[in-house]
């Protein structure tokens, strides 16, 4: 069966936001097949977006009733954002959502789940210039807003407007596999993953590869050598860099050191092995990079919880 998403466009939706999970969701195939029927609807059937126009939805709340997760994007909507209280008739229709369905939020339509008490005693992030108020209409909710999103199983949510993204393609690979999750970021011409880990970049300056001290060239040059050992000096002797610049650089670049980054992409490199190929687990890991098959059953279980093998089996399950 398909997998039913109803995107909830609340009146003042945020124009970024919207369109992300039918880009992302719904340009996922499989043998040519859509995995995903993705719905936009509004409580009402015209709203209003944040970028300065109006949409006429082709679905109203009955498209709720029948999805398999409900995605609220990012809203000004005035009594959610302003006193974290639902109006009458957005509580009306969430009430439609079945008890089975997955709850996915995009930026600040993390007020709305909260508003709804789906998020209370559970961890969630938003965007980082709205924490302040969501914590204090929402002290019941275990806000991060230092990560990109928030993986809860049967609820998600996500930071600020590109995280959103992340988000999208974090869930395409956990319901299907990096191989379809890498199909669409390369439609989509977006990064294929980014940790849900990752910082926000608050504040941070934008860094230019064109200038003097910029570090893409090295993680390019990591990703074709993940088989191989790789230390912090050779990372730093492909930008021509000290190891102590080429660190401050890359932390200000990535969010994160050197050392966490490496370890994500070889860990991404071996699930994808994992879920494409018949190798045994230790060649797995070596050709990961993680070097031993108890060391990848180690970060594999710290990470997802589960074992190399047993996540071999949950995706050939899948697929």
Avoid: K
């Avoid at 993705?38 to 709720?64: F, I, N």
């Avoid at 990012?74 to 009594?79: A, D, K, M, N, R």
């Avoid at 928030?150 to 191989?179: F, K, M, P, Q, Y």
């Avoid at 860094?207 to 003097?212: N, S, V």
């Amino acid at each position: 069966m398909v997998h039913r998403v109803a995107v909830l466009a609340l009146d003042a939706v945020v124009g970024f936001d919207l369109p992300m999970a039918s880009q992302i969701l719904g340009e996922a195939r499989r043998n040519g097949e859509p995995l995903y029927d993705v719905r936009v609807c509004g409580v009402q059937r015209s709203v209003r977006v944040t970028s300065g126009y109006r949409l006429e939805l082709d679905h109203g709340p009955e498209a709720l009733a029948e999805a398999d997760t409900v995605i609220v994007p990012g809203t000004h909507c005035v009594p959610v954002r302003r006193d974290g209280v639902l109006p009458p008739e957005v509580a009306e229709a969430l009430a439609l959502v079945p008890a089975r369905a997955r709850w996915m939020s995009i930026c600040s339509g993390a007020f709305v789940l909260a508003a709804a008490g789906r998020l209370d005693g559970r961890r969630a992030t938003t965007h980082w210039a709205r924490a302040a108020d969501f914590r204090r209409l929402f002290p019941a909710v275990e806000l991060d807003e230092d990560v990109l999103f928030v993986d809860e199983g049967d609820l998600l949510t996500s930071a600020g407007l590109a995280a959103g993204i992340d988000l999208c393609l974090h869930v395409l690979r956990r319901d299907h596999g990096s191989d379809v999750a890498n199909a669409v970021a390369r439609y989509s011409v977006v990064a294929p993953w980014r940790d849900g880990g990752q910082a926000q970049f608050i504040d941070a300056p934008v860094p230019d590869d064109r200038a003097d001290g910029g570090t893409a060239a090295a993680r390019a040059w990591a990703l074709a050598h993940l088989a191989e050992p790789i230390a912090v000096a050779d990372l730093a002797a492909a930008c021509a860099m000290s190891v102590r610049t080429f660190t401050r650089r890359f932390r200000a670049e990535t969010g994160r050191s050197p050392a966490a980054w490496l370890l994500a992409q070889r860990l991404a490199h071996a699930r994808h092995l994992l879920e494409t190929t018949t190798l045994p687990v230790d060649r797995v890991a070596a050709g990961s990079g993680l070097g031993s098959a108890s060391s990848l059953r180690a970060h594999l279980g710290a990470t997802l919880g589960m074992s190399p093998l047993a996540y071999r089996r949950q995706w050939a399950e899948t697929a």
